[in-house]
Antibody
Framework: EVQLVQSGAVMKKPGESLKISCQGS????????IAWVRQMPGKGLEFMGI????????RYSPSFQGHVSTSADKSISTAYLQWTSLKSSDTAMYFC??????????????WGQGTMVTVSS | QSALTQPASVSGSPGQSITISCTGT?????????VSWYQHHPGKAPKLMIYDVTKRPSGVPSRFSGSKSGNTASLTISGLQAEDEADYYC??????????FGGGTKLTVL
């Protein structure tokens, strides 16, 4: 089955570090860009950045540059989103999404189920 | 990049048609035919329903259709069904080589 499976919900304290994951299966993981999308409580979706696992080429939205980082482990078809120092404002649902290829290259054709991150003291 | 503007909520009865609008600027919606629509049932993975303004991925019912005029794109669902009740998000590719999403619209099937 073609799918993206994300790591489970997590609760952290401000200042702590965190790495969440997104594992692809059923498709050639290194042939697609993987994006990260944030949804804060009660709000819409926000594009954070996008990573090409084959060569780790990464592009960030200016709103998120410097606060998060993305990476990938090609050997296990997994992309990561990482924080070195969480803030309470990072509390949100985070989705990974696959950018389509060919005729669907300008959309996100496959999504993970989301990872809820709660940051609270 | 400001979020695309969507109505917070729309509703309709089974069998009726509804339209959800998505307004951006000439730097996103108006500048590219790369508008997508996603259906999201909370707790599940969002699902692509429309891409490139009007195209439907395989498996999406023909009841779902998309259009665009100027800086505003629209999603129309005809013959509403109970299972269509969900949150809907639009997105567009932008002149910044990035993507912008809408704030989401909650569809209620009465």
């Amino acid at each position: 089955e073609v799918q993206l499976v994300q790591s489970g919900a997590v609760m952290k304290k401000p200042g702590e570090s965190l790495k969440i994951s997104c594992q692809g299966s059923g498709f050639s993981f290194t042939s697609y860009w993987i994006a990260w999308v944030r949804q804060m409580p009660g709000k819409g979706l926000e594009f954070m950045g996008i990573l090409y696992p084959r060569d780790s080429d990464t592009r960030y939205s200016p709103s998120f540059q410097g606060h998060v980082s993305t990476s990938a482990d090609k050997s296990i078809s997994t992309a990561y989103l990482q924080w070195t120092s969480l803030k309470s404002s990072d509390t949100a649902m985070y989705f990974c999404a696959r950018r389509g290829a060919g005729g669907t290259a300008d959309t996100f054709d496959l999504w993970g189920q989301g990872t809820m991150v709660t940051v609270s003291s | 990049q400001s979020a695309l503007t969507q109505p917070a909520s729309v509703s309709g009865s089974p069998g009726q048609s509804i339209t959800i609008s998505c307004t951006g600027t000439s730097s996103d919606v108006g500048g590219y035919n790369y508008v997508s629509w996603y259906q999201h049932h909370p707790g599940k993975a969002p699902k692509l329903m429309i891409y490139d303004v009007t195209k439907r991925p395989s498996g999406v019912p023909s009841r779902f259709s998309g259009s665009k005029s100027g800086n505003t794109a629209s999603l129309t669902i005809s013959g509403l069904q109970a299972e269509d009740e969900a949150d809907y998000y639009c997105s567009s590719y932008t002149s910044s080589n990035s993507w912008v999403f809408g704030g989401g619209t909650k569809l209620t099937v009465l």
